[in-house]
Nanobody, 128 residues
Framework: QVQLVESGGGLVQAGGSLRLSCAAS????????MAWFRQVPGKEREFVAR????????NYADSVKGRFTISRDNAKSTVYLQMNSLKPEDTAVYYC?????????????????????WGQGTQVTVSS
């Protein structure tokens, strides 16, 4: 089992920045690919960004490319999401997720159903 706890959400004005953190505990953090998803009421959970277990590769949704940066520190068992130039449409609950790297293969996982473990979510609200 892996436990994930997100932090860093809050209220920010459009154009501002936030940094989300996700602290993992339990099994060996470094074998897991990590991702951030987000969800607004009435919509499906949406992929935001992912990072390989060994930081070899990162991928982003087109809607956040160039504004968000995912990173991880395996020594601290933590994954981060730096969000810059925030827009009102970024408002959502942001979730951290983990999946064992070998489940996803060379291409990585982008579908929420592929992820094994989830945090409780942190609210991000961007005002216009």
């Amino acid at each position: 089992q892996v436990q994930l706890v997100e932090s860093g959400g809050g209220l920010v004005q459009a154009g501002g920045s936030l940094r989300l953190s996700c602290a993992a505990s339990g099994r060996t953090f470094s074998i897991y690919d990590m991702a951030w998803f987000r969800q607004v009421p009435g919509k499906e959970r949406e992929f935001v960004a992912r990072i390989d277990w060994n930081v070899a590769r990162t991928n982003y949704a087109d809607s956040v490319k160039g504004r968000f940066t995912i990173s991880r520190d395996n020594a601290k068992s933590t994954v981060y999401l730096q969000m810059n130039s925030l827009k009102p449409e970024d408002t959502a609950v942001y979730y951290c997720a983990a999946v064992r790297s070998y489940y996803c293969g060379a291409y990585g996982c982008y579908d929420a159903t592929m992820y094994e473990y989830w945090g409780q979510g942190t609210q991000v609200t961007v005002s216009s």
